[in-house]
C-alpha cells in the first residue's frame, strides 16, 4: 500500500474523530441527561417501553425510582399482552401506539445481539409513533447503577475522558474499513444513535477478506460455549492440526461435550476440551454462568447480571501460556465476555514465540474498542490489526491481530 493512501487512511480517522472528542465534559453531561429530563418532568407526555424483558423492567425501575413510572409496556409478544409488569400495563404494539403513539415518547428497550433498533423503531413509526429513542440516550440521565455501563454501551464522557487513548488507536488500523468502523464505533459511543454504525458482516472470526485458514492449524477457543466456534473451524479446515477449547460454565461445558463428541470420535486426541476459563494465570475466579454470556463476576459486561446465573460459583482459571506451552499455536479466537485483557496477558509468550493470529471480540466494555487494541499492539511486533462488527447495534465486533506472514495479500 502506498504511503498517501496510509497516509489518507489515518488522516480520515484521526480528522473525523477530532471535533467529537473536542466536546467538552459539561457540553456532555447536557446531552447525557436531556431525554431523561424530558421523560420525568411534571408535564412530561407518556412513556411507554417496548419491551418488557429485563431491560425493559430495569428501566421501569429506574424511572419510577425517578417519579416518573412510564404509561405501559408494549411486546410484541402476545402472551404478554393484557398483563402486568411490576403494576405496569403490558399492550400489544398497535394498542400502545393507538393509545399513545400521537403525544407519547416509545422507548426502544430491547437489547441482544439478535435484535436491531432499526426494525423496532420501523415497527413503531409504521404503527404511527412519533418520539421513538433508544434506551440508552434515556439510561445516560437515570441514576440506575444497574443500567450502565452495559457490554459498549456507556456515558460520552467516560469516552472523553479517553479521549488521548482513543485518539491514538484511531492511527492503528491496517484498513480503511478497519478504521471507518473505529470511527462508526467510536460515534456511537458518543451520540447512543444506532444509525451511526454500519450494517454488520458476515464470517465472524474468519473473514475471508482478511485471513485463510491454513492446513494444520493449531487452533485455539476461548469461551467455546456450546462448540459452535468448534464446529466452524472443522468445517472450514478439517485438515487442522489440533482445537483446544476452553469453557469454564459447567452448563456449557456440558453442551459443548455434547456437540463435540461424534468429533471427538473421529479425531481423536486432536480435539482438547477444558473445563477451565483463560486468564492472566492460574488460580479460580468468581464466575457467574449466563449460558452464552456466562463470566467472571469482576468482569460483567454489565452489573445487572452479576450472581443472577444458574450456575453461580468458583471456576478454574489458567493462563495459555501454562496450559499449551508445548503447543505451536496458530490461531487464538476469544470471546470471554469482558475477561480479554487477562486472557491476552496470560497469552504473552505464546504471543512472541507461535505469533497465532488472534481473533478477540472488543464489545464486551465500552473502552475496549480503545483499550484492546493498545494491549495487542504492546504484547505483539509486526501485527496488522483489523476491526469488524458481525451483528447490529455494536455486538459481536471483533478485534482481528494477524502477523505479517499471514496478512492477506
Known amino acids: 500500500m502506498s504511503s498517501r493512501l496510509v497516509a489518507s487512511r489515518v488522516n480520515y480517522a484521526v ?12 457540553e456532555a453531561r447536557a446531552r447525557e441527561i436531556e431525554v431523561a429530563r424530558r421523560m420525568t418532568a411534571d408535564d412530561a407526555p407518556p412513556v411507554v417501553l417496548f419491551g418488557a424483558g429485563g431491560l425493559g423492567r430495569r428501566l421501569r425501575a429506574a424511572l419510577a425510582a425517578a417519579g416518573a413510572p412510564p404509561a405501559a409496556f408494549a411486546d410484541n409478544d402476545s402472551r404478554l399482552w393484557g398483563t402486568r409488569v411490576h403494576g405496569t400495563p403490558v399492550l400489544a404494539p398497535g394498542e400502545a401506539a393507538a393509545r399513545h403513539g400521537a403525544q407519547g415518547s416509545f422507548v426502544v428497550a430491547a437489547w441482544n445481539p439478535g435484535h ?26 437515570l441514576e440506575a447503577a444497574d443500567l450502565l455501563p452495559c457490554y459498549a454501551a ?6 472523553l475522558a479517553a479521549a488521548d487513548e482513543v485518539t491514538r488507536m484511531a492511527s492503528i488500523w491496517a484498513d480503511f474499513a478497519s478504521s471507518d468502523e473505529f470511527v462508526r464505533q467510536t460515534r456511537w459511543r458518543l451520540s447512543g444513535d444506532f444509525t451511526d454504525l454500519d450494517d454488520p458482516v458476515p464470517e465472524q472470526y ?4 482478511l485471513l485463510t485458514l491454513h492446513p494444520g492449524e493449531v487452533f485455539v ?8 466456534t468448534v464446529q466452524e473451524v472443522v468445517a472450514r479446515c478439517p485438515e487442522f492440526a489440533s482445537i483446544d477449547a476452553f469453557e469454564p460454565d459447567a452448563g456449557n461445558f456440558a453442551a459443548l461435550e455434547r456437540t463435540t463428541a461424534t468429533l471427538a470420535r473421529r479425531y481423536g486426541a486432536r480435539l482438547r476440551l477444558h473445563q477451565a476459563a483463560a486468564d492472566h494465570g492460574p488460580g479460580s475466579r468468581r464466575f457467574a454462568g449466563l449460558g452464552p454470556a456466562g463470566a467472571f463476576v469482576d468482569a460483567q459486561a454489565t452489573s445487572a447480571t452479576a450472581g443472577d446465573g444458574p450456575h453461580d460459583g468458583c471456576v478454574a482459571c489458567v493462563s495459555l501460556d501454562d496450559a499449551l506451552k508445548d503447543a505451536a499455536v496458530s490461531f487464538i479466537k476469544m470471546d470471554v465476555e469482558g475477561a480479554e485483557a487477562d486472557a491476552l496477558r496470560g497469552a504473552q509468550k505464546l504471543l512472541r514465540e507461535r505469533r497465532p493470529v488472534l481473533a478477540v471480540s472488543a464489545y464486551h466494555h465500552q473502552a475496549d474498542l480503545w483499550r484492546l487494541p493498545a494491549l495487542v499492539a504492546e504484547l505483539t511486533e509486526d501485527y496488522r490489526l483489523h476491526l469488524r462488527a458481525h451483528r447490529p447495534d455494536g455486538f459481536d465486533c471483533v478485534l482481528y491481530a494477524i502477523p505479517a506472514e499471514r496478512a492477506a495479500p
Not at 404511527?128 to 433508544?134: K, L, N, P, Q
Not at 456507556?154 to 469516552?159: E, N, Q
Open 15 to 26: 480528522e473525523t474523530l477530532a471535533p467529537l472528542l473536542a466536546e467538552s465534559r459539561a
Open 206 to 209: 474468519f473473514p475471508s477478506d
Open 221 to 228: 477457543d476461548c469461551g467455546a460455549f456450546d462448540g459452535d
Open 154 to 159: 456507556g456515558r460520552p464522557s467516560a469516552v
Open 116 to 141: 436491531a433498533f432499526a426494525d423496532s423503531a420501523r415497527q413503531l413509526h409504521e404503527s404511527g409513533c412519533r418520539d421513538v429513542v433508544s434506551w440508552i440516550r434515556l439510561a445516560w440521565g
